[in-house]
């Protein structure tokens, strides 16, 4: 095995699209017969803009030349807070392992470097959505449930 850990550019557009499509399929436990074309058209105007704006980082894992691995971060600004006086917010997402590569740490390596991007630019509120399979990967990292959120279906 020899990972290659890439960030991700423009030219990476169309993988990281496809990528987004099957962790949001997994994720959801959705099949192929679920039409998510206009996710992965919206998917793909999004990383067409943050990638280039700096709003978004992600990752790209592979063993030689076979992808195996994603992830990103995208950054935003709500108001200040008493708790985040920069307003400034990371959101971990698209976190994906091929089946066959998980459980040797390539999405612990992953989640560090999206972290580490985020502290670079003096983002100290991050947070992210956990599935039942990837809560002990986030936990053993440190991140916490929250009790206070709510949100408007």
């Known amino acids: 095995m020899h990972l290659i850990y890439k960030r ?10 496809e990528t987004r499509i ?3 399929r997994a994720a959801n436990q959705l099949s192929h017969d679920i039409d998510l074309r206009e996710v992965e058209r919206q998917s793909y105007a999004y ?3 943050a990638l280039c704006d700096d709003t978004h980082i992600a990752y790209l894992i592979f063993d030689e030349d076979r992808f195996v691995g994603a992830g990103g971060v995208s950054f935003f ?16 997402m698209n976190m994906y392992t091929n089946p066959e590569y998980r459980r040797r740490g390539i999405a612990y390596k992953t989640l560090d470097m999206l972290i580490g991007d985020a502290k670079r630019k003096g983002i100290t509120s991050i947070s992210l959505e956990a599935t039942v399979m990837g809560r002990p990967l ?6 916490v449930s929250m009790d206070d959120e709510m949100e408007l279906p």
């Open 22 to 24: 099957e962790v949001l």
């Open 47 to 49: 990383y067409k803009k």
């Open 138 to 143: 986030y936990e053993k990292y440190g991140f």
């Open 77 to 92: 600004q709500v108001m200040p807070t008493y708790h985040n006086p920069s307003g400034k917010k990371a959101y971990i």
């Open 8 to 17: 991700a550019t423009i030219e990476d557009i169309d993988i990281l699209t």
